[in-house]
């Protein structure tokens, strides 16, 4: 990791209230229903990049936090009716999971394709549990899990207190546009925080981490947890933007997506993979109104370049790039002086 | 008794199935410590390749033992070059890359073949046990797999190619003083590694029908049985589907095939917590 990579950043406060404004005002020229959607995806990838960029722990099957936060909500929606707690609910279950597999790896001191492993498998694990609760022996309260079919037609989202205030369309836009935004300071918060500087420290070196004292399985666990709210929150979201949950929540086509759109934003930012998130999105969503060309084709095509040609992604990259289109000018600029000194050199002694 | 034997063919079978199936990852990543997260989709090929092939004519047996493993190898071979030579050493990175090519795949055969379940039929009939109907062809992929364990383990340890390919994932720089490319022995092993999960793949078509997004099911079963298995290709391999394959099988034949699958990934999840260098990492520390 070079110097760039080595900061946490600072939040530029201009672009973020011009970001904000624009984002308010984006209803008035387009409708919502898909950058709701764009918007849950931003803030899904949000939670990979904090944990892969910053702490260095990659995970192959993020998804499965996503996909327990969209069931945890559809479930004790069912239960409990009012949303409040079974939205308060889908960050807590994704997260204590989280810390529960995150404690077994770390403190296991299990490393790098191992981990990916572990976490593929938990997904996996969970991807065919619940397509195989069809029927009406896998009930959880008054919810049937549904199987392949997933849940349906739960209560969404309201007004916190009031069960009949529903939120949907403009109103739902701005609670994930808030959402969103408030995931992001609270993540250069704790970029920013003690906490925040001692994972990078782990990321850069983790023995060294060790000896200097530090309890590296805790911090990395604490992160792993934080992530899997973060994610829970997503799946929450995505599940009241979809009103249904279907068991490819847990799918490898997710997991696959929010590491493509991580890698390709790039390792180590914030912005760039939310922006990533955003675009590849776009691109999906476009891909689907159209046969031809598969939306997996596109997607691993982009991966594969991506890891060849740029494999620190677009956001660190674009910035090497200016620096090094900066140093050129400077470079040009003392050459230009140079020959001109020569010059009047040659032309002061004839 | 009737049962019991019909047990021990399915566990048998199971074992053979997860042995064949993760060979081709078993050798890239034993000794390349490479992971192709394409395996599957060099399977799912191997599969298409079979079924096209007996589709024109040709003889199916020919068709997998034969034209299944080269059309793959040819394909690894290709995949190699182009994208995985230039990231030996970058774990996290091949498997980020082969995940794209996975994904490349299984776009490119949705293209071709279009997403529609395609099979044929098993050339070997069925036969009974007591009051059982049974898979005849489930022994024909037994035995292959046995025969393929046998050759792989006699290629690695008694020949020249084999001493210079252990060689090679030991010490790349003494080979290369020695006279061998080691670039080019990487290449072939990977070329190796793609042709047994064709063969694989050409193995298993009549079995199960083909979908483009078949490769997913191999690849997870693949992964942990290899991972799990450890450095040493043929000891681990085998150890790890015999451990899972009985473990499916008995817990299938107990409840549903659904939990059966869920306890062999949760007994993964567990193993590699107690042994995140994986069970040869643990025992048979020697062995190849």
């Known amino acids: 990791m070079n110097a760039s990579g080595f900061g946490v950043g600072r939040i530029r406060w201009n672009w973020f209230a011009a970001l904000a404004v624009l984002l308010a005002v984006l209803p008035l020229a387009s409708e919502t229903s898909t950058p709701t959607l764009l918007a849950i995806w931003s803030l899904f990838a949000l939670s990979l990049a904090l944990m892969w960029g910053y702490a260095g722990i990659i995970s192959f099957g993020h998804a499965a936090y996503f996909g327990l936060g969209a069931y945890t909500y559809a479930i004790a929606s069912f239960n409990i009716g009012e949303s409040t707690v079974p939205f308060l609910l889908a960050l807590a279950v994704p997260a204590l999971v989280a810390a529960i597999i995150g404690a077994m790896m770390f403190y296991g001191r299990i490393s790098d ?57 403009t109103t739902y836009y701005y609670v994930v546009i808030v959402s969103l935004l408030a995931a992001y300071l609270i993540c250069r918060w704790i970029l920013a925080s003690a906490f925040g500087r001692t994972l990078i420290g782990i990321r850069e070196n983790e023995l060294r981490m060790e000896l200097l004292g530090y309890n590296v399985p805790a911090y990395k666990t604490a992160i792993f947890a934080v992530a899997g709210a973060m994610a829970g929150l997503a799946g929450c979201l995505f599940a009241n933007w979809a009103e249904i949950v279907t068991p490819s929540v847990f799918g490898l086509g997710q997991t696959a997506e929010v590491l493509i759109w991580v890698i390709v934003g790039g390792l180590g930012t914030l912005i760039g993979p939310m922006a990533a998130a955003v675009v590849l999105g776009s691109l999906k969503i476009a891909l689907g109104h159209q046969t031809t060309i598969d939306n997996s084709l596109v997607l691993g095509a982009i991966l594969i370049l991506v890891v060849l040609l740029l494999p620190r992604g677009f956001a660190p990259s674009s910035v090497a790039w200016r620096r090094r289109f900066a140093q050129s000018q400077v470079r040009r600029r003392q050459a230009r002086g140079k020959r001109r000194r020569r010059i009047a050199l040659q032309e002061a002694e004839p | 008794m009737d049962f019991a034997a019909i047990v021990v063919l399915e566990i048998l079978y199971m074992i053979a199935f997860l042995a064949l199936i993760s060979a081709g990852l078993a050798i890239v990543f034993g000794m390349m410590r490479v992971i192709n997260l394409a395996h599957g989709e060099f399977v799912m090929l191997g599969g298409y390749a079979t079924i096209a092939a007996a589709k024109h004519g040709i003889n199916i047996y020919f068709a997998m033992l034969v034209i299944s493993p080269v059309v793959v190898g040819i394909i690894g071979l290709v995949v190699e070059r182009l994208i995985v030579r230039f990231l030996y050493g970058r774990m996290i990175d091949v498997m980020l890359a082969t995940w794209g090519l996975s994904l490349l795949l299984i776009g490119l055969v949705t293209l071709i073949f279009g997403n529609t379940a395609v099979s044929v039929p098993a050339p070997i009939p069925g036969y009974q046990i007591g009051h059982y109907q049974m898979g005849g062809y489930n022994l024909f992929v037994i035995a292959v797999a046995a025969l393929l364990m046998c050759a792989m383990w006699l290629v690695l340890r008694y020949t020249r190619v084999g001493l210079v390919a252990r060689g090679t994932m030991q010490g790349p720089e003494v080979v290369a003083a020695l006279g061998y490319n080691p670039s080019t022995v990487y290449m072939l092993t990977f070329t190796v590694g793609a042709a047994l999960s064709g063969l694989a793949g050409g193995v298993m078509a009549p079995l199960t029908g083909l979908l483009p997004s078949v490769g997913g099911a191999y690849v997870a079963k693949a992964f942990i049985t290899v991972i799990t298995g450890g450095a040493a290709v043929i000891a681990g391999t085998l150890s790890t589907a015999a451990l899972f394959g009985t473990v499916d099988q008995i817990v299938s034949f107990a409840s549903t095939p659904v939990l059966g699958e869920i306890a062999m990934l949760a007994l993964a999840l567990v193993l590699l917590r107690l042994m995140p260098q994986g069970v040869t990492g643990q025992f048979f520390r020697n062995s190849t």
């Open chain 1, 113 to 169: 394709v191992y981990l990916g492993v572990t976490t593929l498998v938990v997904t996996l694990i969970l991807n065919r549990f619940m397509n195989a609760t069809a029927g009406d022996a896998y009930r959880i309260g008054n919810a049937r899990l549904g199987g392949f079919n997933g849940i349906p037609a739960f209560p969404t989202l309201n007004v916190p207190g009031d069960p009949t205030t529903q939120i949907y369309g």
